[in-house]
């Protein structure tokens, strides 16, 4: 059995095949860490046109979801595959984090339903056991947010990166920012590498990328740290950035 199933409910499941084929999840499914299956709502729909969707009861405009065909998919995935941990992708729910991805990952089924249209009948979301958003824009359909959970979380499941501490040191990991990167060659068009990662002395780099992390969520994403407040060895380092600014 792979590490992670993700089951993905959706009425264009087409939307996604070229992205799990290709990249670390495509990877991933091939090394069998990762499987993926896809349920399609309109085969549970009624009548000879699969009707999957109806005009919202007290008017308003668009189209709605209906429950029938979504609740009978999540009935035939659990008769064949097993209980998930159902999660509805709608602009109600609340915000996928880093940490939210984490404890994800600590799960063995995720059942993702993809909404469409206006929206989905709210009894949806009673059978669901989450909402999830994954930021506070409008799309089409949730199968573009259902690739963005399925690649975090991926990325956390053990064997799929080819350096098992790359995850640890990303982004939003600690509520920190990732630290500036560079490469060959040491100088471009005028732009030089920091002379400190020429340096050899790691125990330097370590400190000025903590740093430099520390720097740009302060300066990009000052909201991480009112969820993640700076410790005191943090301010100190700051504080120095900011004497070293000063003398320039």
């Excluded at 994800?104 to 989450?130: F, H, M, N, P």
Aim: net charge negative; aromatic share 6%; charged share 25%.
């Amino acid at each position: 059995m792979s590490a992670i199933e993700f089951e993905i409910v959706s009425l264009f499941p087409e939307c996604l095949d070229g992205f799990l084929r290709a990249s670390l999840l495509g990877r991933a499914i091939e090394k069998g860490l990762v499987a993926v299956y896809h349920t399609n709502p309109r085969d549970f729909a009624p009548g000879r046109h699969r009707s999957v969707d109806d005009t919202p009861y007290g008017g308003g405009p668009g189209m709605i979801l209906r429950v029938e065909p979504l609740a009978a998919a999540l009935d035939a995935i659990a008769a064949a595959r097993g209980p998930a941990h159902r999660i509805l992708l709608a602009p109600s729910g609340r915000l996928f984090r880093q940490s939210l991805a984490a404890e994800l990952a600590r799960r063995s089924r995720i059942l993702l339903v993809c909404g469409r249209y206006e929206g989905v009948d709210q009894r949806v979301a009673l059978l669901c056991d989450d909402q999830i958003s994954i930021g506070d824009y409008v799309l089409s359909g949730g199968e573009a947010a259902a690739v963005v959970m399925m690649e975090a979380v991926t990325r956390l499941v053990p064997g799929v990166l080819g350096c098992g501490l790359s995850a640890e040191d990303e982004s939003f990991s600690a509520g920190r920012l990732e630290h500036p990167q560079w490469t060959r060659p040491p100088e471009f068009r005028g732009l030089p590498v920091p002379s400190i990662l020429l340096s050899g002395d790691h125990q330097a780099v370590a400190r000025w990328r903590r740093r430099e992390a520390l720097r740009r969520t302060r300066d990009a994403r000052p909201d991480l740290l009112r969820d993640h407040p700076l410790t005191d060895d943090e301010v100190h380092l700051l504080d120095g950035l900011d004497s070293d600014s000063s003398r320039d």
